[in-house]
């Protein structure tokens, strides 16, 4: 009888030591410092499961705090999400709530779901306006920011203005960036601003730095980024605008993207509207799960879609 409980756990004992290494062998191929990482790619199906998989690069025409429950914990890499304003624009999406407190309530059951199921290293973008009609974004992030880590503010700069009679003209847009734990997946070198030619050999005469051709290899692969994204604002003429009052440029989508995320990892769009995460997302070889509300905006993202053309391998 003791040979046999000393065998049951030795048992036990070399499956706990070879789960462990499995776990530190993930995080280490993966970049996460998660001692939970493994579990949390069982939960997604990233490993035996396929729930997830029936539901990547589609668009699912749902309701959003409904549809985000469904999903699995930790299975994706980034949320892009653009939520309503809250009565700011003239359409149905931005004035169904009777009060400012009861859209506030509405986005943190969103919000909560979208950091479920977002990865411990990954990071969640939200769009917002602060401005004379959109001060509620203020209270959407103070509230935000008390329930999970800020990580960042962005700034896209919109290059061109929107009009105000009684102020200066608004020309930027603000991006709330939240996370799981204190380390993210994160590739600054990959979204850069380019030099001129003439600022090039100016700070290549900089006698700081002991390797010039070193110094003049990262000149010439640019700036990096920094938390103020300039993007030019779709204009009424610009060959990206689909139909869709709040569309985002794809350049700015494509920069969220590839500074968070490597090829085939999933990123969630909750408000899909004119679909250029989607498509950004199938651009650059990501997987992608987009949701939106509305049939007409679903219809006119997979329109858009069915002439987008995915990366070779």
């Not at 790619?41 to 396929?50: E, R």
Request: proline content about 4%.
């Amino acid at each position: 009888m003791a040979n046999r409980w000393l065998a049951y756990y030795q048992t036990v004992l070399l499956a706990g030591v070879l789960l462990l290494f499995l776990q530190h062998l993930v995080s280490a191929v993966l970049g996460v410092e998660s001692p939970t990482v493994l579990t949390d790619y069982i939960a997604a199906g990233f490993i035996g499961g396929a729930g997830l998989a029936s539901l990547l690069n589609m668009v699912h025409c749902a309701d959003v705090p409904k549809f985000l429950r469904s999903l699995p914990p930790r299975c994706v890499q980034t949320v892009i999400a653009d939520p309503p304003y809250f009565q700011v624009l003239p359409e149905t999406w931005d004035n169904q709530w009777a009060s400012f407190q009861e859209y506030l309530e509405w986005s943190m059951v969103w919000l909560q779901e979208c950091m479920r199921v977002l990865r411990r290293n990954g990071l969640c973008f939200i769009f917002g306006q602060v401005g004379r009609r959109e001060w509620g974004f203020l209270d959407f992030c103070s509230q935000a920011t008390h329930l999970y880590q800020f990580h960042d503010l962005i700034v896209w700069d919109r290059a061109v203005g929107y009009q105000r009679r009684d102020s200066v003209d608004p020309a930027y847009e603000l991006i709330l960036v939240l996370r799981n734990s204190d380390r993210v997946k994160f590739f600054k070198h990959r979204v850069r601003t380019p030099y001129d030619q003439a600022t090039i050999l100016k700070y290549a005469k900089d006698k700081r730095y002991k390797s010039k051709a070193a110094r003049l290899a990262h000149l010439r692969r640019g700036k990096y980024a920094t938390n103020i994204i300039r993007v030019p604002s779709l204009r009424g003429s610009s060959w990206e605008k689909v139909g869709h009052t709040c569309q985002k440029p794809l350049d700015l989508v494509r920069k969220l993207i590839l500074l968070t995320t490597d090829r085939a990892e999933v990123v969630l769009d909750p408000f899909a509207g004119s679909g250029t995460t989607a498509v950004a997302a199938m651009e650059l070889g990501r997987r992608w799960i987009s949701i939106e509300r509305k049939p007409k905006y679903c219809r006119m993202i997979e329109r858009r879609l069915a002439s987008v053309a995915a990366p070779k391998e």
